[in-house]
Structure formats: structure tokens, C-alpha cells
């Protein structure tokens, strides 16, 4: 399984981005997906997740109204739709996948594929 995370750069804040992760990876339908983010000097975080049918998303408390996570099975892609950008949001954002028919898991640890990392930057 390959994860490529793509969309990120540089905005100002209040701005908006769209990452996308494209999996290189059969039956992409049975993956739970999720977004961690890390910024610098702080642990990695869960951003937003998105269960295998599309059905069941998840954000943190952080994100919520401004964050939507999608998928498009038909192209083994996930994305997130970053809205309303603040300075705080600023860190290298990874993809995760996990093979499992369930909702959205929250553990880092629970996920066996990520991504290579895409960094967002916003200014103030």
C-alpha cells in the first residue's frame, strides 16, 4: 500500500487548502482513512478521519466547522478541505489508512500505511 499526500503550501491565515491522498492499493473501499498533522516540537495528532463507506468522519475539537474530509473511492482518494486557516494549523499533515470495516479509529498506533507528508504553513 502507497499513500501520496499532495496539497500543501503555503496561505495566509483565514485562506484555504484541499489535500489530497491517492492510495496505490487494491479494494480502497475496505480502508478506513484518517489526517494526522504534526507541528513543530509537538506530538502527531488526529485531524479528521473518514470510515471505509464514507458514512462515519471524525475531527477534533480544533478543526470541527472548518475541516471536511471526503473520499472518492472510485479514484482511491481522500481529502481535506481546509477552511478558515489559522496560524495553529500550520505543520506537515499526514495520510493514514487502515484496512478495517469499522468507523474512524483514532489511535496513530491502529494504523499500519501512511503517507509521506505534505507540510501546510499559514501565516498570520
Known amino acids: 500500500v502507497q499513500l501520496q499526500a499532495s496539497g500543501g503550501g503555503l496561505v495566509e491565515a483565514g485562506g484555504s487548502l484541499r489535500l489530497s491522498c491517492a492510495a496505490s492499493?487494491?479494494?480502497?473501499?475496505?480502508?478506513?482513512m484518517a489526517w494526522f498533522r504534526q507541528a513543530p516540537g509537538k506530538e502527531r495528532e488526529l485531524v479528521s478521519g473518514?470510515?471505509?463507506?464514507?458514512?462515519?468522519?471524525y475531527y477534533s475539537d480544533s478543526v470541527k466547522g472548518r475541516f471536511t474530509v471526503s473520499r472518492d473511492n472510485a479514484k482511491n482518494t481522500v481529502y481535506l478541505q481546509m477552511n478558515s486557516l489559522k496560524p495553529e494549523d500550520t505543520g506537515v499533515y499526514y495520510c493514514?489508512?487502515?484496512?478495517?470495516?469499522?468507523?474512524?479509529?483514532?489511535?496513530?498506533?491502529?494504523?499500519?500505511?501512511w503517507g509521506q507528508g505534505t507540510l501546510v504553513t499559514v501565516s498570520s
Open positions: 493514514a489508512a487502515e484496512r478495517i470495516l469499522s468507523s474512524v479509529l483514532t489511535n496513530s498506533n491502529a494504523y499500519s500505511y
Open positions: 492499493v487494491r479494494a480502497f473501499s475496505m480502508y478506513t
Open positions: 473518514v470510515s471505509w463507506s464514507g458514512g462515519r468522519t
